[in-house]
């Protein structure tokens, strides 16, 4: 199931539209703020569906009957352009368990590339409610391999994808592979370019957020 939140006429437009602007996107602070931004609304959004339970909470009047989260998720990121808006996400699930995953593209000199993942540090995931974020999802290989990673860790009971843009062919890809993920993203592009680059797209969000990488 794919939720695109730029099509409810939210805050959530003006801060992708922030991202995707050759004349604003290059200050890098505004730039990791708007993918943060991002990360805070879809954890609002994702909270909604999870469950709850009611609790006796005591005032110094008396006592409140409060709904409270039965549990934390498990924030997973995917590094390093997924830094910003796992923040986000992780600034309102302020308990939850954290998971880092270094997938990225390794290029090649003929222009091809692969994923490499060299790092996973994650919780024990047998039946957690789990939630990975990326702002760009593009040909979908970085989040399937990811995907397939955290799983070989342990049995998820509910996965929810949250990214800034999403392309079409990318959530294809990944909704082919796993079925039941739940896909938050602030704008859906059609186009990919042979490179692997969203068009419009934003350019490249972890530069963008971080500056350029060394060819090594
Ligand atoms: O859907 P895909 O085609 O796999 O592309 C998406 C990936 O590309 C970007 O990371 P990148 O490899 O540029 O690494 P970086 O975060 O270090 O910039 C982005 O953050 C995703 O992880
Ligand atoms: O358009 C894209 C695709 C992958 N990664 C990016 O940062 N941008
Ligand atoms: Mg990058």
Avoid at 10 to 36: G, H, K, P, T
Wanted: aromatic share 8%.
């Amino acid at each position: 199931m794919i939720i695109n939140l730029s099509e409810q006429h939210s805050l959530v437009s003006n801060w992708v539209s922030e991202l995707r602007n050759i004349a604003v996107q290059n200050d890098r602070m505004r730039f990791r703020r708007n993918l943060e931004r991002i990360g805070e609304v879809i954890a609002y959004e994702i909270s909604k569906e999870m469950d709850w339970e009611t609790v006796d909470i005591e005032t110094p009047l008396g006592i409140a009957p409060t709904k409270l989260m039965q549990e934390q998720p498990v924030l997973a990121t995917i590094l390093r352009a997924g830094l910003p808006m796992h923040q986000g996400l992780l600034n309102y699930f302020d308990k939850a368990d954290n998971a880092f995953v270094s997938a990225y593209r390794k290029h090649h000199k003929d222009g091809s590339f692969t994923i490499n993942v060299e790092y996973l540090s994650s919780p024990p995931l047998d039946n957690r409610f789990l939630i990975i974020s990326d702002p760009m999802l593009a040909t979908g290989a970085s989040l399937v391999k990811t995907i397939q990673y955290l799983k070989d860790v342990g049995n998820p009971r509910v996965i929810h994808i949250a990214a800034a843009i999403a392309c079409t062919e990318g959530i294809e890809y990944v909704t082919r592979e796993h079925p039941d993920l739940k896909i938050w993203c602030g704008a859906i592009d059609d186009e990919i370019t042979a490179k692997g680059y969203i068009v419009p797209g934003l350019g490249d969000a972890g530069d963008l957020a971080y500056g350029g990488k060394a060819q090594y």
